[in-house]
C-alpha cells in the first residue's frame, strides 16, 4: 500500500513541475537572437519589434534605483587650539613692527620746480651771428643795454656772447684796450666795495686765492689802467642780468675760449 502512495505522489509532482514551467516560460524573453545569429541585437531596437519568427518584442528599460542621501549638516569650524607662548628672558627683545615709511603727500598746485643754478637763457649762449660794424676784426664791443659782447671777425661776422653787466648806478661806458692778462686770478676787493659791502652786512676778504670759489672765475682781462675787468665767475647764473659793480663777467666756459682768442693791447669799447 506504502509503495502505490509513493508512486502516486511522485507521478504528481513530475505533472505539476511539467504545468508550472509551461506557465512560467508562456511569454519568451525581451532579448532574442536570430536564429541564424546574422540579425542585430534585439536590445539595439526601439519600440516593438518584430523578430524573424513574428514576436513582438518590447526593449528592455533601463532601472532606475534609489539612493538615499545624507541628511545636511552644517560646517562647523575647528576649534581653535591654544598656542603657547615661550616665557620672555631678560635677552629676549620684542619690538613692535614699523609701520613702512610713505612719501609726503603734496598738492600738485603746491609744488615748485627746484632752481638749478648754472642755468643760462639760450640767447646769452655763444654763436655766430651777422655783425655789420665800422670796427675792425678783433675788436670787442661790449652792448650793456642787450647783455651782449661781441668779438668782431671778418666778413660781416661775429663772435656772440652773453655777459653781466654793472647794476644801476654802476654802469659806464668807454674805450679803453687789455693791458693785463690772469688765468684764475686772485681777487682783491678794492677798499671802497669792502666797505660799501660791510655797510650791507657783508663782510668781504681783503683778498682770495684764485680757484672755482673765485667771484673772477677762470680768467681776467685787465681794462686799462681801471679796476675793471672782463672775468670770468663763480655764479653763471647771473650772465645777462646788471649784478655786478661795473665788471663785465662771463661764463667760465666763455671767458677761456675769448681769452685764447685775445691778446694784450685788444680794443675793448662799452657802449
Keep these: 500500500m506504502k509503495k502505490i502512495l509513493l508512486l502516486t505522489a511522485a507521478l504528481s509532482s513530475l505533472c505539476c513541475g511539467h504545468a508550472m514551467a509551461q506557465d512560467r516560460y508562456q511569454e519568451r524573453p525581451p532579448v532574442i537572437v536570430s536564429p541564424d545569429l546574422a540579425a542585430p541585437w534585439i536590445m539595439q531596437l526601439g519600440g516593438n519589434v518584430r523578430t524573424p519568427q513574428g514576436y513582438a518584442v518590447q ?5 532606475a534605483y534609489y539612493r538615499p542621501q545624507a541628511a545636511y549638516q552644517p560646517r562647523v569650524a575647528p576649534a581653535l587650539q591654544p598656542v603657547y607662548a615661550a616665557p620672555r628672558t631678560q635677552s629676549t627683545q620684542i619690538r613692535p613692527a614699523q609701520p613702512a615709511p610713505r612719501a609726503p603727500v603734496q598738492q600738485a598746485s603746491m609744488q615748485r620746480l627746484p632752481v638749478i643754478k648754472g642755468q643760462v637763457e639760450p640767447q646769452f649762449l655763444p654763436q655766430m651771428v651777422s655783425y655789420d660794424s665800422k670796427y675792425e676784426p678783433g675788436t670787442i664791443v661790449i652792448d650793456t643795454n642787450n647783455r651782449f659782447l661781441y668779438l668782431v671777425m671778418d666778413n660781416g661776422q661775429a663772435k ?9 648806478g654802476f654802469e659806464w661806458a668807454g674805450t679803453h684796450t687789455v693791458t693785463r692778462k690772469a688765468e684764475w686770478p686772485d681777487w682783491h676787493p678794492p677798499k671802497e666795495m669792502i666797505e660799501r659791502e660791510a655797510a650791507k652786512g657783508h663782510f668781504l676778504p681783503v683778498s682770495m686765492p684764485g680757484g672755482e670759489e673765485n667771484p673772477l672765475g677762470a680768467r681776467a ?18 650772465i645777462g642780468s ?16 675769448l681769452y685764447g682768442r685775445v691778446k694784450v693791447g685788444t680794443k675793448v669799447i662799452v657802449i
Design 59 to 63: 526593449p528592455a528599460q533601463p532601472r
Design 160 to 168: 656772440r656772447y652773453g655777459v653781466g653787466v654793472g647794476k644801476p
Design 221 to 238: 682781462m685787465y681794462l686799462g689802467s681801471t679796476l675793471y675787468r672782463i672775468h670770468g665767475t663763480n655764479a653763471p647764473w647771473t
Design 242 to 257: 646788471a649784478v655786478s659793480s661795473g665788471c663785465i663777467r662771463m661764463r667760465n666756459e666763455d671767458v677761456i675760449d
